[in-house]
């Protein structure tokens, strides 16, 4: 007995201007009926998706915490983690898978991408489709070599300056750096970290 439009604002919350029967009414059919939204129309109508995209390997407990962090945070915000994993992309063929995920992720509409990137080296054009849409992207964990984005991760010159302290401090003089590639951001400052505390001390 009303309108589409008065069903529609009373059920997306807008409908303070309808007396309190006519709202009652309606959440009730909505509940017999259990009616849920569309969000895929909610989306297109809005321009916001409510989820987001994650590229995080998901091998190792280091990477199992962060990734449970963030799905913690998103569903506080009511928003949705489309989890996709790159593992460590060496090969021309692997920076294609990653890029193709990158372009699912946009072709759904995310409303952001976050992304531990396989390959530090990537150019600008690699990501150039996530900055043309508006899209916000934030790297984790190794930082871009030549491109500048948003990025969140540790202070790994600290880290490798901590462990070579407590290594000293408990005595140690013969000790040995086990790192990644000098490819690898994260690991080469961790070493250099290392290196320079065990440099400068007394022998």
Same mark, same amino acid.
């Given at each position: 007995g009303v309108t589409l439009t008065t069903v529609s604002r009373i059920l997306n919350q807008k409908g303070?201007?309808?007396?309190?029967?006519?709202?009652?009414k309606i959440f009730a059919i909505a509940k017999r009926l259990k009616y849920r939204p569309n969000a895929l129309v909610l989306g297109m109508q809005s321009g916001i998706t409510h989820t987001a995209g994650v590229?995080?390997?998901?091998?190792?407990?280091?990477?199992?915490? $962060? %990734?449970? &962090?963030?799905h913690a945070r998103f569903h506080e915000n009511d928003t949705i983690m489309l989890l996709s994993w790159n593992p460590a992309f060496k090969t021309d063929k692997d920076d294609q898978q990653e890029?193709?995920?990158?372009?699912?992720?946009?072709?759904?509409?995310?409303d952001g991408i976050i992304l531990r990137p396989g390959n530090e080296h990537c150019e600008r054009s690699y990501f150039e489709e996530i900055w043309d849409r508006g899209v916000p992207f934030i790297t984790v964990d190794r930082e871009m070599a030549e491109t500048v984005t948003d990025?969140?991760?540790?202070?790994? $010159? %600290?880290? &490798?300056?901590?462990?070579?302290k407590h290594l000293l401090g408990l005595g140690h003089q013969r000790v040995l750096f086990l790192g990644d590639s000098p490819e690898?951001?994260?690991?080469?400052?961790?070493?250099?970290?290392?290196?320079k505390v065990f440099s400068e001390a007394p022998h």
């Open positions: 303070d201007k309808y007396a309190p029967a006519t709202k009652d590229m995080i390997p998901t091998d190792s407990q280091f990477y199992a915490q $962060l %990734v449970a &962090g963030i890029r193709h995920i990158i372009h699912q992720l946009l072709d759904r509409r995310v990025f969140v991760g540790t202070d790994d $010159l %600290v880290v &490798g300056h901590e462990a070579a690898v951001s994260t690991s080469q400052r961790r070493e250099d970290g290392f290196r």
